[in-house]
Every structure is written in C-alpha cells, then in structure tokens.
C-alpha cells in the first residue's frame, strides 16, 4: 500500500507540477508507469498469499491506485509524445 501511494504521489507531482509541456519529463513517467505496473504485478502476486479480509481490502486499494497511475501516466505519455517528437524535429530538423 505504501508503495503504491509513494509512487503515485510522485507520478501526480511530476504531472500536476508541469505547468506547460516539459519533454524533459516523458521518460519520468515513463518510468512511473512502468512502477505503477510493477506495483499492480505485486499486488496480484500477494493476492494469493493473503487469507484475512483486511489484507484483501488494503491490496484491493492498492491495486485500484497503482491501476489509476498506470493510466495517468500512459495518458501523459500518449498526449505528449508526438507534440515533443515535432519540437525535437523543427530544433534538429538534419536528423
């Protein structure tokens, strides 16, 4: 659950932190996507081994979380990929 919360609060500060479009950042949350479904593959994995319902209901949280920032994150990426593909091409236009 930590986990979880640490990364997305790091995915929503590195998001809502932009106050326009930094290129810069694309590979950050490309990585905190890439947290994100780590932390979902962990969730899934502990699924098995826990037995009490307050464990179910903590990994359900977790889950949900992880799951929201993965979403977040991809967004992000997808929205700016191309926008940042043609401001590196218009400032190295001999690539």
């Known amino acids: 659950m ?10 929503a500060w590195m998001g809502v932190a932009a106050d326009g479009i930094y290129c810069d950042r694309m590979p950050s949350m490309t990585i905190m996507a ?3 479904a780590f932390v ?15 464990q179910r ?9 992880a799951a929201a920032t993965l979403f977040a994150d991809a967004r992000f990426v997808l929205k700016y990929r ?7 091409q218009q400032m190295h236009p001999g690539q």
């Open 2 to 11: 930590a986990l979880a919360l640490m990364v997305a609060i790091l995915s």
């Open 57 to 65: 209901v903590q990994l359900t949280i977790a889950l949900c979380l």
């Open 82 to 88: 191309n926008i940042c593909a043609q401001l590196q």
């Open 34 to 36: 890439t947290l994100s």
């Open 40 to 54: 979902i593959a962990l969730c899934f994995r502990l699924f098995a081994r826990s037995r009490a319902s307050a």
